[in-house]
């Protein structure tokens, strides 16, 4: 079957750095993209990996290794704003996003 | 620009009755998607438009549901029937081609609830 595993729930402190890691299994893979929900709201695009190695978006990057099957989501410098729900999601040989259940991440201050 | 938009927001239906859903893409964009969400899980893909067609119902989960997109623009998400375990959030999600690692955006969603 098709799965992606991530952390249920990850803890930080404002100021800090953190990685929500994401491992995949889909029939035919074309690449990785995560996406940031907040409570209550849409799902929003962050970073697509299609390329092993890191791409960096500002304070997000997002890494693959494909021959892992896996990657994850580098945040920096965390924000109070940054507390929300983030989903990777590998994209299979149908060209549809297969879900992971989400990382609520949680930031302290 | 506008984004997409879906209607109505929340809609609370008794089992056994008939719903619609609605989803307004972004203009221009010709691939459209339909999710599910439940309470802590990710989307779960439904049906994917290309234009007007269904290129990808597979995730629909048995006959009750249909979805159409007769002019290639909105579109309707259609339940018959509807079972208490039909209850989540509708997503809707447009990309302008489909192409491969295209950002979907995504609507605020139906909420629905089935006593």
């Known amino acids: 079957g098709q799965s992606l595993e991530q952390p249920s729930e990850v803890t930080a402190v404002e100021g800090a750095i953190v990685q929500i890691n994401c491992t995949y299994q889909?029939?035919?893979?074309?690449?990785l993209s995560w996406y940031q929900q907040h409570d209550g709201g849409a799902p929003t695009f962050l970073s697509y990996n299609a390329l092993d190695g890191l791409e960096e978006t500002g304070r997000f990057s997002s890494f693959l290794s494909r021959s892992d099957s896996y990657g994850y989501l580098l945040l920096q410098e965390l924000q109070m704003k940054d507390s929300a729900s983030y989903f990777c999601?590998?994209?299979?040989?149908?060209?549809?996003?297969?879900w992971g259940a989400g990382t609520k991440l949680i930031i302290k201050p | 620009g506008a984004g997409v938009s879906q209607t109505p927001s929340n809609k609370v239906t008794e089992k056994g009755k008939y719903v619609e859903l609605r989803c307004d893409p972004i203009s221009g964009h010709t691939a459209l998607y339909w999710y599910r969400q439940s309470l802590g899980q990710g989307p779960e893909f439904l049906i994917y438009?290309?234009?007007?067609?269904?290129?990808?119902d597979s995730g629909l989960p048995n006959d009750r549901f249909f979805a159409v997109r007769p002019e290639g623009s909105v579109s309707t998400l259609k339940i018959q029937r509807t079972e208490r375990g039909d209850s989540a959030v509708y997503l809707c999600?447009?990309?302008?081609?489909?192409?491969?690692?295209?950002?979907?955006?995504f609507g605020p969603g139906t909420r629905l609830l089935v006593l």
């Open positions: 438009f290309q234009g007007t067609g269904a290129a990808d």
């Open positions: 999601a590998a994209m299979d040989s149908n060209y549809q996003l297969i």
């Open positions: 999600a447009s990309s302008p081609a489909g192409a491969e690692g295209e950002t979907q955006y």
């Open positions: 889909t029939s035919g893979f074309y690449g």
